[in-house]
């Protein structure tokens, strides 16, 4: 069975910058494409960034873009979001994602076996 292991994020003030990172288990990680979704309280769970399993094509929520870098090491089977100039509308619990149905516009299979996730709070 998949597992997903998120870490990486904190509280920190706007602007300034966080680095996740996700490892998994029980699936092969160089065969899929994988995402960052993020979850704020009272709100649906939402796609931030996506990329295929080759790491060459990303796709990106439009306000996170030209702040948020996605990335992957398929050799250590981990998965990088890189966040800068973090704004406080950035809080939310952050989780990847290995069951991508479509990267351009970052939706997740309902079957996904989400993780705990990685709380990342940003203060004004």
């Known amino acids: 069975q998949a597992q997903l292991w998120e870490s990486g994020g904190g509280l920190v003030q706007a602007g300034e910058s966080l680095r996740l990172s996700c490892t998994t288990s029980g699936l092969t990680f160089d065969r899929r494409a994988m995402g960052w979704f993020r979850q704020a309280p009272g709100k649906e769970r939402e796609g931030v960034a996506c990329?295929?399993?080759?790491?060459?094509?990303?796709y990106y929520k439009d306000s996170v873009k030209g702040r948020f870098t996605i990335t992957r090491d398929n050799a250590k089977g981990t998965l990088y979001l890189q966040m800068n100039d973090l704004k406080p509308e950035d809080t939310a619990m952050y989780y990847c994602?290995?069951?991508?149905?479509?990267?351009?516009?970052?939706?997740?299979?309902?079957?996904?076996?989400w993780g705990q996730g990685t709380q990342v709070t940003v203060s004004a």
């Open positions: 994602a290995a069951e991508i149905v479509a990267i351009d516009g970052c939706l997740a299979s309902s079957n996904n076996p």
């Open positions: 990329i295929n399993r080759y790491g060459v094509r990303t």
